[in-house]
């Protein structure tokens, strides 16, 4: 995906997130526990509000606390706060272009290409989290999946400094996409989980489907019904039980 397809997905699945919950204040959120759509709409604005400094300022090192202003879910406004944040981080993003060096918690990637991409995730997720309060069964394109899966996995689950640990037995589960490029192959077992890009020629199980509905899957969103599994059946569990403790 290109910067400007992310610029894209973060002002539109921010302002289609507020206006899900435009009347849904209270609504509980299924997909996150304790949360109601308030909580949701601070939770958003305070994530893209602890990134302007470093866009604004070019950071290369992270922002202070204090120069942010955090919101509370029992704020005023919390709709247009996050609409108008999300319009300008993507103004910010869109002048720097995608190679600007900027700090971010990822080490392998210190460049406004990373935030463009892990902010426009954060907001289609939280559209989607949005939707299931309105009873609404989300969804998106494949190409948004197929790259979602990707950054989940590589992002995520094989961040450096950051070891994912798993007990069960070592074992490789593969992810395949039916209608987008999008494999990838998660070794689980031990203290190192490692995630590689391809295919694998006898994985102990696999997972198989729609991108859109392995993102869902991967984000814990929705559940496999929509996938093929095979192989170990236990793989997926313990695949989704590490993905909620990365994220």
């Avoid at 426009?120 to 309105?134: K, N, P, Y």
């Avoid at 696999?206 to 869902?216: E, M, N, S, V, W």
């Amino acid at each position: 995906m290109e910067h400007t397809d992310y610029l894209s997905l973060i002002e539109g699945n921010a302002a289609a997130m507020v206006a899900t919950l435009e009347n849904r204040p209270q609504a509980e959120i299924p997909s996150c526990p304790g949360w109601n759509g308030n909580d949701l709409l601070a939770h958003l604005a305070n994530v893209l509000a602890q990134k302007l400094p470093v866009f604004r300022q070019r950071l290369t090192s992270p922002p202070e606390r204090s120069s942010w202003e955090r919101s509370a879910p029992t704020d005023q406004g919390l709709g247009p706060r996050v609409v108008a944040l999300a319009g300008e981080v993507v103004e910010q993003l869109a002048a720097m272009g995608p190679t600007a060096p900027l700090w971010s918690w990822y080490e392998r990637d210190q460049s406004s290409g990373f935030w463009a991409r892990r902010l426009a995730h954060e907001a289609v997720i939280h559209r989607m989290d949005a939707e299931l309060a309105a009873g609404v069964r989300p969804s998106c394109s494949p190409e948004v999946g197929a790259d979602g899966v990707g950054e989940l996995l590589a992002v995520f689950l094989a961040r450096p400094g950051r070891p994912l640990s798993d007990q069960g037995a070592r074992a490789e589960i593969q992810l395949h996409g039916t209608d987008q490029p999008c494999d990838w192959v998660v070794t689980l077992g031990g203290d190192d989980i490692l995630v590689r890009e391809g295919s694998s020629a006898d994985p102990a199980g696999r997972i198989t489907g729609p991108a859109a509905d392995l993102y869902l899957f991967g984000w814990g969103r929705r559940g496999p019904e929509n996938l093929s599994i095979d192989g170990d059946p236990a793989l997926p569990g313990r695949l989704r039980a590490l993905a909620a403790r990365a994220t």
